[in-house]
């Protein structure tokens, strides 16, 4: 039986590419950034690294967010201080399933 395909998606900050289940996707719509678990908002999208913290610092969203980028890590770091951060073995666990 063949195996699944697992989309890759790439962080913006570190540029690393993992399994799109890995990383979160981050969304700047009309109301401002928002983090976004569906994968399905709309507004221009781009992933990031959940579990590294360097990969939300203003300098490295400027590539993403331009101007609104001080905006986008401050909200990253209030919104990501509490969120649940996936594991790589639950990851992929989750994948082989």
Known sequence: MPTKHIPIRQCMACRERRPKGELLR???GESGPTIDPTGRKPGRGAY???????????????????????ELAQALQ???????????????ADSNT
């Not at 990031?48 to 001080?70: S, V």
């Not at 990501?80 to 073995?89: D, T, V």
């Open 26 to 28: 981050i969304v700047l």
């Open 78 to 92: 209030m919104l990501l201080a509490n969120y649940p951060k996936p594991s790589r073995a639950q990851s992929s």
């Open 48 to 70: 990031i690294c959940p579990d590294k913290p360097e990969c939300w610092n203003e300098k490295k969203l400027r590539r993403f967010a331009g101007a609104k980028a001080p």
